[in-house]
């Protein structure tokens, strides 16, 4: 199998992470997006919508990170997916609520168009107006994760199992760390979060990503 990459994608990383944490034989292809090879001829012919994770397991090719983690859980057995119909249940209303409107707006209306110049919007007006409706959401959004998904009790988001919601919901929410944001207020977010990152391989996996945290730390950032 192969895994098309970029190692700080917010996407691409909940793979990365499930693939070393399950031993999982893969091969990987770094695209490079800071210079867009994701655009160029060779990459489109891959993935026509030019975002990662794509993995290819012969000549079946699966897009989106979603997918991408409950095919190699179901592919490998792995009891981070459920059998159970409720359960598993539980962990896909988890996955797709993170990828709805909690990415929406932390994601492409809080950070995104601060860190990359193409998610920039056209005026200082537009982008002001963009960055202060995505943090007000994003706000609310963090708070259901805190006290709804997680609340007081639960290690994970889905109970105190490890699924594959955890990892896709990591890479996301990881993301507000580039742009400085404050997780004091979402004590049980923080403490899911510190579970996360025992895991054996979090920080070879993360390694660029850090790094590319720690390049933009002085850049002055709007964050929640």
Known sequence: ??????????????????????NIPMDEQVVDLMTGEHYGADF???????????????????????AILKYLADKFNLPAYPKDLQKRAK????????????????????????IFPHHKRPTPEVQAATIAWGKE???????VLDK????????????????????????????????KCDFTPYPNVQRWMANMKKLPNW???????????????DVPFEAL
């Open 91 to 114: 962990v896909n209303e988890m996955m797709d609520w993170l990828n709805t409107g909690f990415y929406r707006d932390y994601g492409y209306g809080v950070a995104y168009p601060q």
């Open 203 to 217: 920080d070879k996996v993360n390694e660029v990503f850090n790094g590319f945290a720690s390049s933009v730390k």
């Open 137 to 143: 959401r994003a706000a609310n959004w963090l708070s």
């Open 44 to 66: 489109t012919g891959v993935n026509p919508s030019r975002q990662v994770p794509v993995l290819e397991d012969g000549d079946f090719r699966l897009t989106e990170s979603s």
């Open 1 to 22: 199998m192969k895994l098309y990459m970029h190692p700080v994608s917010m996407t691409s990383r909940p793979v990365r992470l499930f693939v070393a944490e399950n």
């Open 148 to 179: 709804h998904y997680i609340g007081p009790d639960n290690a994970y988001l889905c109970g105190n199992d490890i699924t594959i919601a955890d990892y896709l919901g990591i890479g996301l929410v990881t993301l507000g760390e580039i742009i």
